[in-house]
């Protein structure tokens, strides 16, 4: 048992240390009070403008465990997010993954609501009588949804600070992204669907933490040898917090990078035009802001379950918890909309051999996480140690990121608890 007076996590600049109390990845009632304090009140992924490109399209999401449609509007063009329920008697509206329509009917007694999320249908409206106010029985809308470049976000909190604001320092970072390609972004069709038995915020450090790479990725670090790839030096740069929990990795890695650094790997016929892009890049933007957005790789976190890796390819991730040990994870591949053939295939391999679920470098991490879950059930030991870099300045195998993320999430559910361990 942790008494009430017992806090969560120790954070001590002073000497060095952090250290986060396991009760936090295995405790049942601070699962709940996530749900509550933190997953209803932050804005959270929903998805990207370019799944619903043309008027009608659609997407259905779960978010925070709430079943969401994701529409342009077949009349104006309008980007919405609806709660996925209908106001008659609540079944599920939408019920395939994506589309294209100008109605949603309600399979169970056929109501059915428009791309505007109006009524438009009711079977034997004649028997309602006027008391059914048709204007009020719409498809209801989440309290906000907001886009940044492209970028789309729901929060179930009507008294959610503006999207621009909650960014903070991470807007920057998706700028780099965002700015590499003058052509626009979009997300390729298919998308990585998967669970983790662990708890979501193992995912969290697991995605920003350079410490691991090499020793838990040994497979791929070979696999770059075999292909005449340096890896000796492992990545150098650094982690930073980018204030209300978000988070980032910048480094140089061995591997290249599609958008504008050329490496052997990629073959001499993508070898111009790679060279193209990186002088375009410094045309616009110079040449210290060309070398980051084209050397520099990005694991960047939004604060909290959003992760947009700017490596080998563009993968976008969000994970769902579902329980205190098990989480749903989905990826998406963005890429620049004109690329030449070579580089999309290049990065389509990657977001497939690398980071994919049956890639070189997930089944690592999968197996790492349910790892340490497991080891949290033998007892013993109280206490995660996060302390790395916290007395110099932060490198990128440093662990200051992880700090910036969970001391945001102590702020939302409380130092102090009473938990059963």
Not at 19 to 42: G, K, N, W, Y
Not at 78 to 107: E, L, M, W, Y
Not at 315 to 320: A, E, G, L, N
Request: charged share 25%; net charge negative.
């Amino acid at each position: 048992m942790i008494t009430a007076a017992t806090q969560l996590i120790v954070d001590d600049p002073e000497n060095g240390v952090f250290r986060v109390h396991r009760s936090a990845m295995t405790s049942p009632q601070i699962f709940e009070a996530e749900r509550d304090l933190v997953f209803d009140h932050c804005w959270l992924y929903l998805g990207h403008e370019s799944e619903i490109g043309a008027p009608g399209d659609f997407v259905r999401r779960s978010v925070a465990g709430r079943p969401l449609i994701f529409v342009r509007s077949a009349k104006t063009g309008q980007i919405r997010a609806f709660h996925n329920t209908c106001p008659h008697r609540g079944a599920t509206v939408c019920r395939v993954d994506s589309g294209n329509t100008k109605v949603f009917q309600c399979f169970y007694h056929a109501w059915s609501f428009n791309t505007d999320g109006r009524l438009v249908g009711v079977p034997d409206r004649q028997g309602y009588g006027p008391a059914l106010r048709v204007e009020e029985m719409g498809l209801q809308p989440v309290a906000g949804m907001e886009s940044y470049r492209g970028f789309v976000f729901v929060t179930f909190d009507k008294y959610a600070e503006h999207l621009v604001d909650y960014l903070a320092g991470a807007r920057d970072y998706l700028d780099l992204i965002i700015d590499e390609s003058e052509s626009g972004w979009e997300i390729i069709k298919g998308s990585h669907q998967y669970s983790i038995d662990a708890n979501w915020k193992l995912l969290v450090e697991n995605s920003i933490d350079g410490y691991h790479a090499v020793p838990t990725h040994d497979t791929y670090m070979k696999y770059l040898s075999s292909m005449g790839i340096c890896v000796a030096g492992g990545i150098s740069g650094r982690g930073r917090a980018l204030g209300h929990g978000h988070a980032v990795m910048e480094y140089v890695a061995p591997w290249g990078r599609p958008i504008a650094k050329w490496e052997k790997q990629f073959g001499e016929s993508t070898r111009l035009e790679i060279e193209r892009l990186r002088a375009r890049l410094v045309e616009l933007y110079g040449a210290e802001r060309a070398e980051r957005m084209a050397d520099h790789n990005r694991n960047l976190l939004i604060y909290p379950n959003l992760i947009v890796n700017d490596i080998q390819s563009v993968t976008v991730r969000t994970f769902m918890p579902t329980a205190v040990d098990h989480m749903e994870v989905n990826g998406w591949h963005l890429a620049p909309r004109a690329e030449i053939p070579q580089a999309r295939a290049l990065r389509l391999e990657s977001f497939l051999s690398f980071l994919g679920p049956g890639g070189l470098a997930t089944p690592d991490d999968i197996e790492a996480l349910e790892s340490c879950q497991d080891g949290f059930r033998s007892g013993g030991v109280e206490w995660n140690d996060i302390s790395r870099g916290m007395t110099r300045e932060p490198e990128a195998t440093d662990e200051e990121q992880m700090r910036a993320f969970w001391r945001r999430w102590r702020e939302q559910v409380s130092p102090q608890r009473e938990v059963v361990a």
